[in-house]
């Protein structure tokens, strides 16, 4: 196979700046790694707020993008390239902050699925996810399942229960409902068992004041964005566990806990346990990336991934 000398990319030239349409040279891999020609990237929160607060990246030009799928893994049948380019950084943000044992993890800690115990030792006991309809939560959802909790009830907006209760989901709040109501809707669906663990997928102030009202007294709670619960709301010998995720699984404390995450993903991706997110490939490859981002940001993406498939850029 000839290997091109260089290739477009969508970067960042200086920090808040604008995404400019270039051509780079094709990296070459070093030891221990592949060189993966890219097919399909997924669009990602994270991407327009790099660009928007030009937070996380110290050195430009950047070249955006966290999710990516490829020629060089092989991608199980069922599963096609778009699809699984939604997989790799939401489900781990799941993952490193369900299962993840090392001691500087920000991670709950809970028996993984793939040891032993870890799909029997959460029955019976309830699951609450906040913004069951967003790419992170979909995954949680699935874990959830995997893991053995019931039941798992998810917010999201009406237009996405079914696919929430496709992927796992046994009842869906309406996200709109006021905070009493998805608290008191709470207690009947789980006949008043305490839910001692929530994660929530959305984590912005109005949330995440839900995810810890609703948590039981010893629980745990997953926020994917900063602690910003109102102080009120937290009780003295609350003891309610608080982690910020980070879904990543480079950091050396991150790293065994991907290498078991990916030694299971195939299978679980061929066996339907782990489902990709609905995609809608965009327009134009790379091209069509900011827009797909000033979507992302102005929240006009429901219950879905935008792709782009670098090979389509114009
Ligand atoms: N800490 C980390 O390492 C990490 C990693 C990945 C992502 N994140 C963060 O996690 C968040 C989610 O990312 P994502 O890619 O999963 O987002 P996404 O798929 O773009 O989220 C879109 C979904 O959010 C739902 N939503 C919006 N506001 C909601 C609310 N108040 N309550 C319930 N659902 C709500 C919408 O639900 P409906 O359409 O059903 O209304 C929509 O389906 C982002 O802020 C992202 O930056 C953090």
């Given at each position: ?15 808040q700046?604008q995404w400019?349409?270039t ?6 891999p070093?030891?221990?790694?592949v060189?993966i ?6 669009l ?7 660009q ?16 990516a799928a ?5 991608i199980p049948?069922?599963?096609?390239e ?13 993952v490193t ?25 959460f ?6 996810i ?10 949680a959802?699935q ?12 917010t999201?907006s009406?237009h ?7 992927l ?13 109501a998805?608290k ?5 669906l789980?006949?008043?068992?305490p839910i001692?663990?929530?994660y ?5 102030p109005?949330?995440q ?14 926020l ?7 102080a ?8 309610k566990?608080?982690?910020n995720?980070?879904?990543n699984v480079?950091?050396?404390e991150n ?7 990916y030694k299971h ?8 346990i782990?489902v ?18 000033e ?20």
């Amino acid at each position: 196979m000839s290997i091109p000398k260089t290739q477009k990319a969508l970067l960042l030239p200086e920090k808040q700046g604008q995404w400019s349409l270039t051509e780079v040279p094709v990296p070459t891999p070093g030891p221990k790694e592949v060189l993966i020609k890219v097919t399909a990237t997924a669009l990602n929160p994270v991407d327009w707020k790099i660009q928007a607060y030009g937070a996380f990246i110290q050195n430009y030009p950047w070249i955006g993008g966290t999710d990516a799928a490829g020629v060089v893994e092989e991608i199980p049948d069922n599963v096609t390239e778009d699809q699984a380019a939604s997989v790799p950084l939401a489900l781990a943000t799941v993952v490193t902050g369900l299962y993840n044992h090392h001691p500087h993890s920000k991670s709950v800690n809970f028996t993984a699925p793939w040891e032993e115990g870890g799909t029997t030792k959460f029955a019976g006991k309830p699951a609450f996810i906040l913004g069951g309809s967003s790419s992170v939560g979909q995954y949680a959802i699935q874990l959830a399942k995997l893991s053995g909790f019931s039941p798992i009830i998810a917010t999201a907006s009406p237009h996405n229960a079914q696919l929430l209760l496709s992927l796992g989901a046994t009842h869906v709040i309406d996200r709109s409902l006021p905070p009493a109501a998805i608290k008191q809707e709470l207690s009947k669906l789980t006949g008043g068992k305490p839910i001692e663990f929530v994660y929530d997928a959305i984590s912005l102030p109005d949330t995440q004041a839900i995810a810890y009202d609703a948590l039981a007294p010893g629980g745990v709670l997953l926020l994917v964005l900063p602690e910003s619960i109102p102080a009120e709301l937290k009780k003295e010998g609350d003891n309610k566990k608080i982690v910020n995720v980070f879904g990543n699984v480079h950091p050396p404390e991150n790293r065994e806990v991907g290498v078991q995450l990916y030694k299971h993903l195939t299978e679980w991706l061929q066996k339907g346990i782990i489902v990709p997110n609905k995609v809608e490939v965009l327009p134009n490859g790379l091209a069509g990336i900011p827009e797909g981002l000033e979507r992302l940001k102005n929240n006009k993406v429901s219950g879905h991934k935008l792709i782009a498939r670098p090979q389509e850029t114009p």
